[in-house]
């Protein structure tokens, strides 16, 4: 490779996950290389990852609790936010299932059920408290609810 300028490259596009950008550690002095995937953190997911918890079961006040995403679905511990989609089909009108990084700020996420017994739909991005996971608040008993993480930022 002939030495030019980076104004003198061509340029890239469309990066792939493996390609690799050259950084300047200056914790250390010297130079590193890091991923495309990892500098941008996100990681987006072309098949979700799921859970035989969260595959249609029933949620009620009793599941109110931080749901370990590492465990229950197999995302890398210390993620701080998620790309999740929940379909519920709640019994009774303006039921909803909430999630949020933890029981006070529970409401990043809410999937709500505009008419009694049909499926309600909602995609977002989740934040996550320190250890990567989630908080999870259903309003009442909530049928149905499929939860599908598409991607996770590090």
Not at 123 to 129: A, H, K, L, N
Request: proline content about 5%.
């Amino acid at each position: 490779m002939a030495d030019q300028k980076i104004s003198e490259l061509t340029e890239l596009t469309t990066p792939a996950d493996g390609d690799f950008i050259p950084i300047v550690d200056v914790a250390v002095g010297g130079n590193k290389k890091i991923s495309r995937e990892n500098l941008a953190g996100w990681h987006f997911l072309a098949t979700p990852l799921t859970s035989t918890s969260w595959d249609g079961d029933t949620k009620g006040t009793g599941d109110r609790a931080t749901v370990d995403l590492s465990a229950v679905f197999g995302v890398p511990a210390g993620v701080k936010a998620v790309m999740m989609t929940i379909q519920t089909q709640a019994d009774a009108e303006n039921d909803y299932i909430r999630f949020g990084p933890n029981s006070t700020y529970n409401h990043a996420l809410t999937c709500r059920t505009a008419v009694a017994g049909q499926i309600a739909h909602a995609f977002g991005i989740v934040p996550c408290d320190s250890n990567g996971d989630i908080y999870c608040y259903p309003s009442a008993t909530i049928a149905g609810v499929q939860v599908y993480i598409w991607g996770y930022w590090l």
